[in-house]
Every structure is written in C-alpha cells, then in structure tokens.
C-alpha cells in the first residue's frame, strides 16, 4: 500500500477542509499615517498605494477600510513641527488627537490603536532622548512616552502600542493611565522589535530617520532569538495586554517561539519594507500580489500570529471575504 498525502490535496473544497491554518478579517489590524493639514490625500512614494491623510480626510478613508471588514487600525503621526523632545507627540490638539476624536466620533465600534514612540515627532529622529554623547537617555525618555500614550488615551485610543524599545516603558505607561483613570486602555507592546533595514519606507513615510547613528542600541539584533523571551517576560511583568513580534516574514521563527511561550495573544507586523517588496516586484510583473500577500499571511498565522498587522488589510479582508486567498 502506498500513503498518498496527495489524496486529501484533490480540490479546493478538500484542502480547504483539512488545512491547519485559517486567516479571518478579524485578525486584521491596518496601519494609517496622519498628517498636519487639512484636504489632503498625500502618496507614500516608497509604499505605492498608501497615503498620508489629514485628520480631517481620515474619516473617508476609514469607511472604506471598514467596508473591507477590517475592525481595527493603527495610527501614526506625522507633525509638521519637530523638535528635540518631539513634543507633538504629547500635544493634545496634535495631529493623531484631532484624528482620533474625529474617527471616535464617527465611528464608535472601530477599534482605534495608536503607535508610542518618540521618532516621529523628534528632529533628530531617534526613539528616545540623545545625550551630549550621542547615545540615547533611556530613563529620561519614559516621562515623554508615558506622556504621549496619556495625550492618545485621552483622545480616545483604545490600545496605546509602545514602539519605542526604551527599557520599563511599558510599566511607565501603566503607571501613567492607572494614575488618571484610564485602567481599561490596553497596552500592545512592540516587544520584540528588531533593528530591521525593512522599516526603509516607513521612515519616508514618517519623516523618522535618524539623523545620525542607528536603532541598534535599543532595537533588538536580528542575531537573537533567546532574547525574544527575555523582552517578552519583561513586557509581561510591566503589565502587557499583547504582545508583538516585528518584523514579520524574516522573523517567523521568533514569533513560533514568543507564541509558544505567551499567555497573551501575539501579534505580527508585517512591516513597510515586506510591502514595499511585494509591491515593487507586482508592479513589474514579477509575482502575483493576491498570490504573494495571502502566502505570506497563511505564513504568519501558521508560525502563530494571532492579529496580523498589514498595510494590505483592506485588499487581504476583501480576498479573505470572497473566498479567494
Ligand atoms: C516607530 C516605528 C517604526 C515602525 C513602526 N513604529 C519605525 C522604526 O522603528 O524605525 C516601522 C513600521 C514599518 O516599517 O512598517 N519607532
């Protein structure tokens, strides 16, 4: 007798019946990028098919990404004004509160996340504050990011979404909404967040390079996968709701092992750079996009994401509904 695993891969409707994996649109979380302004829909160069909008332009683009099904998005800033202690980032009439009390108002169900990190907001670009000697203050940097998720609790945020990788800023952050009342705003920790060259067009998109150095002393080295438990234990014990593992696709190893460890549920951000590439190669006719994204989704499900961060939610939700994925 032979075994015949090709048995069980004779049609759709069989395969579809014993596959181990299932993507659903609740998973799907959509990250968006507000800017200063009013009217405006601007392209990301570096993310063909993304945009910067104005708070006041958000609204339409969420009624279309929450007419795909997706239920949940992530906002990220970017002020017109920078400066050294990126202060926008803690400016209640700032760019993603006005965004925020504008898409709270008319959409109350939609489940709003804001990224917490200082490079968006400071001129230098770095996640933290910089000392005279260059290197980054990490415990001068807490006050400001615990700030910045209180301005976007106050605004509305449902989950704040540290992503700054400043040691103890998620028990700051805790500490900071409890204070004033705010003990039902969850915390997504961008826990285990790798110094990673796939963030490139993102930081177009943000205005967020550094301006001198790196990442690299507070991202963590794309060499480790041990230390993935480490971050994660100490996000856990400063009182994390969810957990992250960033970037996607090259880290699936790291998300297997965060899941397998995590009482809480994990979270992957398939980044800027994963969708700049898919895009890129679409583009010329190299791969087929539908084909790429839902592989690479089944990819991040499979080695255990359970949200999938994606700046193709709105097409994956509307692939996910037909059936064709
Ligand atoms: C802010 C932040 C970054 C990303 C999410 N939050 C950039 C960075 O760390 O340089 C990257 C997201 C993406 O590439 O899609 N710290």
Redesign the pocket.
């Known amino acids: 007798m032979i075994i015949r695993p090709r048995r069980l891969r004779r049609s759709e409707a069989l395969r579809s019946l014993v596959c181990e994996t299932r993507l659903s649109v609740s998973m799907l979380v959509y990250?968006m990028f507000i800017r200063e302004g009013s009217g405006i829909e601007e392209d990301i160069v570096s993310m063909p098919g993304q945009k910067r909008y104005s708070p006041d332009r958000l609204p339409f683009a969420l009624e279309r990404v929450i007419s795909s099904g997706v239920g949940a998005v992530l906002l990220?800033g970017v002020p017109e004004k920078k400066d050294f202690f990126g202060s926008e980032a803690y400016n209640d009439d700032g760019v993603v509160p006005n965004a925020l009390r504008e898409a709270k108002r008319q959409f109350p169900e939609l489940l709003c996340i804001t990224?917490v990190?200082l490079?968006?907001y400071t001129d230098h670009g770095h996640?933290g504050c910089p000392r005279d000697d260059g290197g980054i203050d990490n415990d001068a940097s807490l006050p400001l990011l615990a700030k910045s998720a209180l301005c976007f609790a106050r605004a509305g945020a449902d989950i704040v979404a540290p992503?700054?990788m400043m040691d103890g800023r998620v028990g700051a952050i805790r500490t900071a909404l409890d204070a004033e009342g705010f003990t039902d705003t969850a915390i997504l920790s961008?826990a285990v967040?790798y110094a990673s060259a796939?963030?490139g067009?993102?930081?177009e998109a943000?205005g967020?390079a550094p301006s001198f150095g790196d990442?690299k002393t507070y991202?963590m080295d794309p060499r480790n996968r041990r230390e993935a438990l480490r971050e994660m234990k100490l996000d856990l014990s400063e009182g994390a709701d969810i957990l992250m593992v960033?970037p996607g696709l090259p880290y699936l190893d790291v998300l297997r092992t965060v899941k397998d460890a995590s009482p809480v549920p994990v979270g992957a951000?398939c980044?800027?750079?994963e969708?700049s590439m898919i895009k890129a190669a679409a583009e010329r006719g190299w791969l087929d996009e539908r084909g790429a994204v839902c592989e690479a989704a089944h990819s991040l499900a499979r080695a255990g994401a359970d949200i999938l961060i994606t700046?193709h939610a709105p097409e994956l939700a509307r692939w996910i509904a037909s059936g064709n994925f």
């Open positions: 990250p990220f990224d990190c490079c968006e996640c992503s700054d961008y967040k796939f963030y067009p993102f930081r943000a967020s990442r991202q960033k951000y980044v800027s750079g969708y700046y």
